[in-house]
Every structure is written in structure tokens, then in C-alpha cells.
């Protein structure tokens, strides 16, 4: 991969990692509940979703996804599904004591490798970057060489920064309602991505 085309495919992908979406709000939470160490076990998740992700768009996996109408309907429901009842959850749970909260970390490693692989986002993203700076001219594991490392290392300080976000969040002197009302916020976000993406696989 060229210097230009390298530049190119990590502005893009910076774009693509520091968007808000459901990962981000996951993060969020996270950080919120159980501080930065124990929610690294969910940084860990989205990253081995995205390295999985990146080498079956290499190996033309997303592709032959995106090609299915019934596949990619099956997985955005899914994926809705989820978000719905974890906005929910997160609702009703909202009023419950921060350190309260379960922390076990396989249990925070499941749900955000879950959010993160059932977003139709992350497949769209993926097929974007192959279809669009991968050079057909040149050996695709030579570019993965440089794509795998920079996309991996972008994705790593965007969550990374969402979920100290959170704790910095967790960690003041909040009221218990201004508290309430911040986690009430993001499981209403996590809602409403998934009413969205209902929306837009019915539609």
C-alpha cells in the first residue's frame, strides 16, 4: 500500500472508529460501571471482532454476507433485537448503585463482542475500506501487513477513550439522580439504535 493510500484508509478508518454508535455507548457504560481496568475486557471484545472482521473481508467473508438479502436481513434483526432489550435492560437497571452491577469480565467480553458483530455497521465499514483502498495491483496479505496493525491501533484509542470517558463520568461527585439520568441516556441511545435498525431492515 502507497503512503497516500495508507493516509487515505486511516482517515477513513479514524472517521469510521470515532463515530458514536452502539460501541461507543457500550463503552460509555462500561466505564461508568466498572472503571477502565475491568472494562477492557470490552475494548478486548470489539477488537477481536474487528481483527476478525478485517481478515474475513480479506478472505471476501462480509462480501459474500452483503450479497445475501436474506443473511443480512436475518443479521440486522438481530442485531435490533439486541439493542432493544439491552436499552431496556439498561433502563430499568439504571437506578441500581453503579458498583452493584455485575462485573464479571467474560460476562462484559460476550456482550461487547455481541454488540459489536451484530452491528450492520461493522460490515458496511469493512466492505467500505476493502472495496475502496485495498490496491487490486498488489499481494492483499503484503496490504494487510499495513492495514490490520492501523485499523487494530485506531480502533484500540477510540474505545479506549470512550470507556475513560465513562469512568471519568463514574468517578464524579454526581448526584444519584444526575447519575440515573446519564445511564437512563445511553440505554435510551442503545434503544433507539436498535428501533433504527429495525426501521431500516423493514423498510
Given at each position: 500500500?502507497?503512503?497516500?493510500?495508507?493516509?487515505?484508509?486511516?482517515?477513513?478508518?479514524?472517521?469510521f472508529v470515532m463515530s458514536p454508535g452502539p460501541n461507543a455507548?457500550?463503552?460509555?457504560?462500561?466505564?461508568?460501571?466498572?472503571?477502565?481496568?475491568?472494562?477492557?475486557?470490552?475494548?478486548?471484545a470489539i477488537l477481536t471482532q474487528a481483527t476478525l472482521f478485517?481478515?474475513?473481508?480479506?478472505?471476501?467473508?462480509?462480501?459474500?454476507?452483503?450479497?445475501?438479502?436474506?443473511?443480512?436481513?436475518?443479521?440486522?434483526?438481530?442485531?435490533?433485537?439486541?439493542?432493544?432489550?439491552?436499552?431496556?435492560?439498561?433502563?430499568?437497571?439504571?437506578?441500581?448503585?453503579?458498583?452493584?452491577?455485575?462485573?464479571?469480565?467474560?460476562?462484559?467480553?460476550?456482550?461487547?463482542?455481541?454488540?459489536?458483530?451484530?452491528?450492520?455497521?461493522?460490515?458496511?465499514?469493512?466492505?467500505?475500506a476493502f472495496s475502496a483502498f485495498v490496491e487490486a495491483d498488489?499481494?492483499?496479505?503484503?496490504?494487510?501487513?499495513?492495514?490490520?496493525?492501523?485499523?487494530?491501533?485506531?480502533?484500540?484509542?477510540?474505545?479506549?477513550?470512550?470507556?475513560?470517558?465513562?469512568?471519568?463520568?463514574?468517578?464524579?461527585?454526581?448526584?444519584?439522580?444526575?447519575?440515573?439520568?446519564?445511564?437512563?441516556?445511553?440505554?435510551?441511545?442503545?434503544?433507539?439504535?436498535?428501533?433504527?435498525?429495525?426501521?431500516?431492515?423493514?423498510?
Open positions: 500500500m502507497s503512503l497516500q493510500g495508507w493516509l487515505i484508509f486511516a482517515s477513513f478508518w479514524a472517521v455507548v457500550n463503552c460509555i457504560r462500561n466505564g461508568m460501571a466498572y472503571g477502565v481496568q475491568r472494562s477492557l475486557w470490552g475494548v478486548a478485517l481478515l474475513g473481508s480479506a478472505a471476501g467473508v462480509t462480501a459474500l454476507l452483503a450479497a445475501s438479502p436474506t443473511g443480512f436481513f436475518l443479521a440486522q434483526l438481530a442485531g435490533a433485537g439486541m439493542l432493544i432489550w439491552l436499552g431496556v435492560s439498561g433502563w430499568r437497571r439504571a437506578a441500581r448503585p453503579l458498583r452493584d452491577v455485575p462485573a464479571a469480565g467474560r460476562a462484559i467480553y460476550a456482550r461487547a463482542f455481541a454488540i459489536a458483530t451484530l452491528n450492520p455497521k461493522s460490515v458496511a465499514g469493512y466492505l467500505a498488489r499481494p492483499i496479505a503484503q496490504q494487510m501487513l499495513v492495514i490490520l496493525p492501523t485499523a487494530l491501533s485506531l480502533t484500540a484509542l477510540s474505545y479506549l477513550g470512550w470507556t475513560a470517558l465513562g469512568a471519568w463520568l463514574g468517578t464524579r461527585a454526581l448526584s444519584a439522580l444526575a447519575t440515573t439520568s446519564i445511564r437512563r441516556a445511553l440505554a435510551l441511545c442503545l434503544g433507539l439504535y436498535g428501533v433504527a435498525l429495525l426501521w431500516s431492515a423493514l423498510v
